[in-house]
C-alpha cells in the first residue's frame, strides 16, 4: 500500500500557508502535517503513537500557534482524575453558588500527552468531548471551543504501568499515525535552527480562529459520489467477513474516511474526493479500528497486510 500521496501540490493556498509555518519548527514531516491538518479540518482528533523526542508536542504546539488557537497541555500521570481533565465546580460563599473552573481541555487544541499512562476512569473522561464538543461536569453541560482538535500521544515501547486504550476509545480518534525519526540530513538541519534559539518562540500565526471554522465549514461541502461512497463500504464491509479480522471497522470508521477525504481532497485544491484520497487515507483512518484474532496475530498478520490485501481485491471506481 502506498503510504505517501504524491498530490500534495497544488495545494489550497490558505493550507499551504499553514503547511509552510508549521515547517518552520517540524522539518522533514510535511505528511505528518498535512494529515493533522487534514484531521483537524474534518473536525476529528489524532493518536500519535511514537517513542519520545521525535517532535510530537513541538508539531501540536506548531499548529497551535500557526492557527491562533488556545493550547492546553495535559500529561497523563497513573494518579490524574477525571476532574483534573474537565475541570471542576466549587462552591462560592460569596455568591453563594457553584462556579465552574475549566479544566484544560477547554481548549481549541488539546495535546493529551502519554495518554496510555492514566487509568481507563480518567482516558473516558475525554470520550465525551471527543465525540460530542461538550463535557458534563456535576451533570452540567459545557460545550467546548471551537475548532476542538485533540492530539493524543502514547509510547509503543513502554507497557509497564500503562493502561491500553480500549476499542471505543481508540475509534474516536480519526487517525492514527506515527512521526518518525528523521533523515541524517533533516536532523543535521534540527541542529543548525536550535543552535541559535527555539524556532517555535519567533512562530506568528498564519490564520484566525474564525477562517479555521471557514475552512471546516468548505470541508463539509466537499463532493463525494456515490460511486466513491460505495467503495468506502465494499472496503470497510470486507473487514467485517474477513477470516483474519476479529473485529472489523464500525460505521464510525466509515464515516471518518469519508470525513477524512473530503478534508483531503479540499486540502489539495479539489471540491470532490477522488479514490486515491480514500486509499492514502485507509492505513491512517483504518488501521486502530482494526482487531487481528488471536491465531493471526500469532503469525505476524498486521491490520495494515489485511487492509492492503482487500484494497488490492476491490475495484476502484472509475469516473
Do not use: C, W
Not at 502514547?154 to 476509545?169: H, K, R, S, V
Not at 456515490?226 to 473487514?239: A, G, P
Amino acid at each position: 500500500m502506498n503510504n505517501r500521496y504524491e498530490t500534495f501540490h497544488p495545494m489550497n493556498p490558505m493550507i499551504e500557508k499553514i503547511v509552510d509555518n508549521i515547517e518552520k519548527v517540524i522539518i522533514g514531516k510535511r505528511q505528518e502535517v498535512v494529515l493533522s491538518l487534514v484531521a483537524l479540518l474534518a473536525q476529528g482528533h489524532v493518536l500519535l503513537e511514537d517513542v519520545p523526542g521525535v517532535g510530537k508536542t513541538m508539531m501540536v504546539r506548531a499548529i497551535a500557534k500557526s492557527i491562533n488557537a488556545t493550547f492546553k497541555r495535559i500529561q497523563f500521570t497513573p494518579d490524574l482524575m477525571p476532574s483534573d481533565v474537565t475541570g471542576i465546580s466549587i462552591y462560592n460563599p460569596k455568591k453563594l453558588h457553584f462556579e465552574y473552573r475549566p479544566g484544560p481541555i477547554m481548549a481549541n487544541i488539546v495535546l493529551a500527552d502519554e495518554i496510555n499512562r492514566t487509568s481507563p476512569k480518567t482516558q473516558s473522561a475525554l470520550l465525551e468531548g471527543l465525540e460530542e464538543g461538550s463535557i458534563t461536569v456535576d451533570g452540567t453541560t459545557m460545550i467546548l471551543p471551537k475548532p476542538f482538535f485533540v492530539m493524543a500521544t502514547q509510547n509503543p515501547i513502554e507497557y509497564e504501568g500503562t493502561y491500553p486504550l480500549p476499542e471505543a476509545q481508540l475509534d474516536r480518534f480519526l487517525l492514527k499515525m506515527r512521526m518518525g525519526y528523521p533523515t541524517q540530513n533533516e536532523e543535521i538541519g534540527l541542529l543548525e535552527r536550535l543552535a541559535v534559539g527555539h524556532p517555535l518562540e519567533q512562530l506568528q500565526s498564519v490564520i484566525s480562529i474564525e477562517e479555521v471554522i471557514e475552512l471546516q465549514k468548505h470541508v463539509q461541502k466537499v463532493y463525494v459520489d456515490l460511486t466513491i461512497k460505495k467503495y468506502i463500504i465494499e472496503i470497510v464491509n470486507r473487514t467485517r467477513g474477513h477470516s483474519d479480522v476479529y473485529l472489523g471497522v464500525s460505521p464510525r470508521g466509515s464515516i471518518a474516511i469519508m470525513k477524512a477525504s473530503q478534508a483531503l481532497a479540499f486540502m489539495s485544491g479539489r471540491d470532490y474526493v477522488i479514490p486515491d484520497d480514500v486509499k492514502f487515507l485507509i492505513p491512517f483512518v483504518l488501521a486502530h479500528r482494526i482487531i487481528v484474532n488471536s491465531e493471526s496475530r500469532y503469525k505476524g498478520k498486521s491490520a495494515l497486510e489485511i487492509l492492503n490485501e482487500i484494497i488490492n481485491h476491490v475495484q476502484v471506481p472509475v469516473s
